[in-house]
């Protein structure tokens, strides 16, 4: 169990969390459920109090293997239970994705339903909504709060000004107040130093870190001089994520686990430990797709990096620079790498 001088204020909620959250993407997809409440109850085991989820996440059914956990282990209080909505899950209506009043208090009802609880702790929007009036959001938000269904509300992989103008509306118009950001952030690409961990803490907001690892490239598992080492499934998904894997960022990511393992440690626990240490970050989110890889990760919540090894990253990657764009996924983002 985790000391509890190691856990961390969550923004400003007065709520208090650990130094790694419990992301569940894998959950389904590949991981059987079995094998992911095993990883739930390593994890609350270990100290890890924050489990971050998504409807969308293989079509809601992560969030019934965390509704499951959580009945049999009676300990559903005990932890802040996220969740997000903006893309589709489950129905396929015009209307039942972005960010309206009407998709929102669907899925957080559709949500409570197969997380088995009365209310979320963190009810996040995934994306910011390009179509949708942020009042709207927030009035929606406020609402979901108001009649108890949610506790706090939180955004994701949002720019800098939306950030602002989301704290600044919510005092002006009354409305919830946004308390947490989850941001794509790791070595490779380090952009939301520049603008968007700033207002993240101008506005007093926990933070969250998602591919914290760089969809394994920080690993060294690709090798440019290795065509079968691209075989892999995030590579094979095309789209977004195999645009993330470039030449530079995957000849960045081996010398980053060169050096990782020259300081004794492994380049995944040099990678996380980074993310985790940096400035404004409440925590990184860590997916395991193993009940091994929980096992192998929970005890870096009491480990630092070695301060001689973080002046090599930065030498390795400066700070506000990036070789790969974790930014792609954002629609409001149109910077791409060359």
């Known amino acids: 169990m985790l000391d509890e001088s190691f856990y961390r204020p969550f923004g400003r909620t007065g709520l208090r969390v650990s130094p790694l ?3 569940t993407d894998n959950f389904a997809n590949p991981t059987p459920p079995d094998e992911s409440i095993q990883i739930i109850d390593y994890a609350l085991d270990a100290g890890i109090n924050l489990i971050d989820t998504s409807n969308s996440y293989a079509d809601g059914e992560s969030e019934r293997i965390i509704g499951e956990a959580l009945r049999a282990n009676g300990r559903r209080d005990e932890i802040i239970l996220a969740t997000k909505a903006y893309y589709p899950a489950g129905a396929r209506g015009i209307n039942d994705q972005r960010t309206s009043r009407k998709h929102l208090v669907k899925a957080c009802e559709d949500s409570l339903t197969r997380l088995g609880t009365d209310y979320i702790d963190l009810y996040q929007t995934h994306r910011v909504c390009t179509e949708t009036d942020l009042e709207e959001t927030l009035g929606a938000l ?9 506790r706090y509300a939180g955004s994701t992989t949002s720019p800098g000004w939306k950030i602002a103008q989301s704290s600044l509306l919510a005092e002006y118009r009354g409305l919830i107040r ?3 950001e989850q941001l794509p952030y790791n070595l490779l690409d380090r952009r939301v130093e520049n603008e968007i961990l700033p207002a993240c803490q101008w506005a007093g907001l926990a933070v969250l870190v998602w591919s914290p690892l760089a969809m394994g490239m920080l690993t060294g598992r690709y090798d440019n001089a290795d065509p079968e080492s691209f075989n892999t499934p995030r590579h094979q998904r095309g789209g977004i994520y195999s645009e993330r894997i470039t030449e530079k960022a995957v000849d960045a990511g081996r010398a980053f686990a060169a050096l990782a393992r020259d ?3 492994t380049p995944a626990h040099a990678a996380m430990l980074w993310v985790k240490d940096q400035p404004g970050i409440t925590a990184p989110l860590i997916g395991p797709r193993t009940l091994d890889q929980i096992k192998d990760l929970a005890p870096l919540m009491s480990q630092q990096l070695p301060a001689e090894l973080a002046t090599a990253c930065d030498e390795l990657v400066p700070p506000g620079s990036a070789v790969a764009d974790f930014l792609n996924s954002a629609p409001w983002s149109k910077q791409r790498l060359i």
């Open 263 to 265: 300081h004794g440690l």
């Open 178 to 180: 946004m308390v947490s």
């Open 21 to 23: 959250a419990l992301g």
């Open 142 to 150: 406020t609402d979901l709060q108001r009649h108890g269904k949610i």
